[in-house]
């Protein structure tokens, strides 16, 4: 299950270097605030945990997701461009949240001329729909029960870090 839910770390660690590289600002957000998706920044969690929802046009919420630093939630919601319709929300969920921020078009500027972050860009939208695909498959294939477990094994990796022993709380 780790190798399901844990896709959007792979490769990541390109995206950081390369961030750190160009010594690009880090800002800090608490919990329960939202990142500005009007501007144009892209936004790499480094740590904290933030929801990813569409804000439906009746106002209400639609959850998709919860990311883990590391990852480059701005593409994430690239990835949310086909619902046009409904506008999509990052909140911050952990206490406190790291984000490198860096100009959209800085960061596709070096994408297209730098083959390691060219391949995780790639990588990153193939897992994303490995990922939809399998959700999909198990919510379908399973009861109502068998959907739920798979939920909450998937949530899992935000509560529970594992250890040589096993996991710990």
């Known amino acids: 299950?780790?190798?399901i839910t844990g896709v959007s770390k792979m490769c990541c660690d390109g995206v950081i270097q390369y961030l750190e590289k160009e010594k690009v600002s880090i800002l800090i957000k608490d919990r329960h605030t939202c990142l500005d998706l009007n501007d144009r920044n892209m936004y790499v969690l480094k740590k904290g945990i933030v929801k990813v929802s569409l804000i439906m046009h009746d106002?209400?919420?639609?959850?998709?997701?919860?990311?883990?630093?590391?990852?480059?939630?701005?593409?994430?919601?690239?990835?949310?461009?086909?619902?046009?319709?409904?506008?999509?929300?990052?909140?911050?969920?952990?206490?406190?949240?790291?984000?490198?921020?860096?100009?959209?078009?800085?960061?596709?500027?070096?994408?297209?001329?730098?083959?390691?972050?060219?391949?995780?860009v790639n990588t990153y939208y193939r897992n994303r729909l490995k990922l939809a695909i399998t959700r999909e498959q198990?919510?379908?294939?399973n009861s109502k029960a068998g959907g739920g477990m798979f939920l909450v094994i998937s949530f899992s990796e935000f509560v529970w870090h594992s250890n040589t022993k096993g996991y710990i709380y």
């Not at 461009?81 to 949240?97: G, M, N, V």
């Open 59 to 120: 106002e209400r919420e639609f959850n998709i997701t919860y990311l883990q630093g590391p990852d480059v939630v701005s593409l994430y919601c690239d990835c949310l461009t086909q619902f046009r319709d409904c506008l999509p929300k990052i909140r911050i969920e952990s206490e406190q949240a790291e984000l490198y921020c860096i100009s959209k078009e800085k960061f596709y500027k070096q994408v297209k001329e730098n083959a390691n972050l060219q391949n995780y």
């Open 1 to 3: 299950m780790k190798m």
């Open 138 to 141: 198990v919510m379908i294939m």
